[in-house]
């Protein structure tokens, strides 16, 4: 475990504390939710973001919504339960994690016997066991990354994209995972962080945790990867995903794409490190997967300062999706994998 862990996710008895992740590293600050309507506004303004951690966050959102539902009927109760479960649906599009953990949820619900008082603690117990069961998954998942990596005469200098850590987990995290075992065990020189244009999760977030404990970081701008490569400064490239596909196709923070790009053509491995929630077996290739487009001032304001001229028109997907053909392996809780074995590999143990 780090020597200060990070856990941006936690439920307090009537209430989540949720680390406020847009204003690290300026300032840390927490914020308390205790409606599932609050829970929803977080996700979708990203409070709370990375798609483990926004299951963790939304499957505590259905605990806050059904202690705001006033019967005592179970039908009643059920419906009412749904409707919350939807709108919290409705805040990502992209994160599969987000509509696993709502389901596992209204299933718990669906398939408790027992008074309305029962089921709500049966949904808290639910959520607690989503929340320390991803901590453990991101744990196995680094060790298994870990064991792949390039064996190399120098200490490893690993490159991410986007935060793929701690706060974009219960803990520990998926990609930065793999670079905490990485330090962990004394095999990690440096790792090198794209800024991640444009909400910058890359300089302000992933940097934040790897100062947090003593990990080496240097911030590059996601133009200069391709500089490093050529110079022979990176041995892996580790990303985290929003959504795989069955075939092996990885959506994750746009520029990863390109980032699995220049990594093949200077040969250097690019690995996608995930839960197997994050694996969709219900969408055949990665041309299946929704792509969130957000609000035009993230590409032309940073902070309060506007940085592009008036008059022009703006297209800002979130997201990109990676090519199963790109990907060295996928680290996961059960091991790491080629992109072909997935299905194979992993679909019995998601049943």
Same mark, same amino acid.
């Given at each position: ?21 847009? #204003? ?18 977080? &996700? ?11 299951? %963790? ?27 919350? /479960?939807?709108?919290? #649906? /409705? ?31 049966? =949904?808290?117990?639910?959520?607690? /066991? ?17 064991? %792949? ?6 200490? =490893? ?41 444009? #909400? ?22 996601? @133009? ?6 050529? #110079?022979?400064?990176?041995? /892996? ?16 923070? &746009? ?6 790009? &220049? ?33 035009? @001032? ?37 091991? %790491? ?12 143990? @998601?049943?």
């Amino acid at each position: 475990m780090a020597a200060h862990p990070v856990y941006p996710v936690l439920w307090n008895g009537d209430r989540v504390t949720l680390i406020d992740q847009t #204003r690290i590293p300026n300032e840390f600050s927490v914020v308390e939710i205790s409606r599932s309507d609050d829970m929803a506004q977080a &996700i979708k303004t990203m409070i709370v973001r990375g798609a483990p951690a926004i299951g %963790v966050a939304a499957a505590f959102g259905i605990c806050l919504g059904a202690r705001e539902i006033q019967t005592q009927d179970r039908d009643r109760f059920l419906q009412d339960l749904e409707q919350i /479960a939807d709108t919290l #649906r /409705a805040t990502r599009p992209t994160a599969v994690n987000l509509f696993w953990a709502i389901d596992r949820m209204m299933k718990t619900a669906r398939q408790t016997l027992g008074s309305v008082e029962h089921l709500r603690q049966v =949904l808290v117990e639910t959520a607690q /066991a989503i929340n320390q069961e991803d901590l453990a998954t991101c744990q196995a998942i680094g060790d298994h990354g870990l064991a %792949v990596l390039p064996q190399t005469p120098q200490k =490893l200098r690993l490159l991410t994209h986007c935060n793929a850590g701690a706060l974009a987990t219960a803990g520990y995290g998926t990609a930065l995972g793999v670079v905490r075992s990485a330090w962990r065990d004394g095999r990690l020189e440096r790792l090198y962080a794209d800024e991640t244009r444009p #909400r910058l999760q890359g300089a302000k977030l992933t940097a934040w945790e790897c100062v947090q404990e003593g990990i080496p970081v240097t911030v590059i701008t996601d @133009s200069m990867a391709a500089h490093c490569m050529q #110079r022979g400064m990176i041995d /892996a490239v580790v990303v985290g995903a929003d959504r795989i596909a069955a075939n092996g196709d990885a959506a994750n923070k &746009i520029g990863t794409y390109s980032l699995a790009l &220049i990594a093949q053509a200077h040969q250097v491995p690019f690995y996608v490190a995930a839960p197997l929630s994050t694996i969709d077996f219900k969408i055949a290739s990665g041309e299946e997967i929704p792509i969130e487009e957000r609000d035009p @001032s993230e590409i032309y304001q940073i902070g309060e300062t506007i940085i592009c001229t008036s008059g022009v028109e703006y297209y800002n997907p979130a997201f990109d999706v990676t090519p199963a053909r790109l990907i060295a392996g996928i680290m996961t809780e059960f091991g %790491v994998f080629a992109p072909a074995e997935l299905k194979d590999a992993l679909h019995q143990r @998601s049943l």
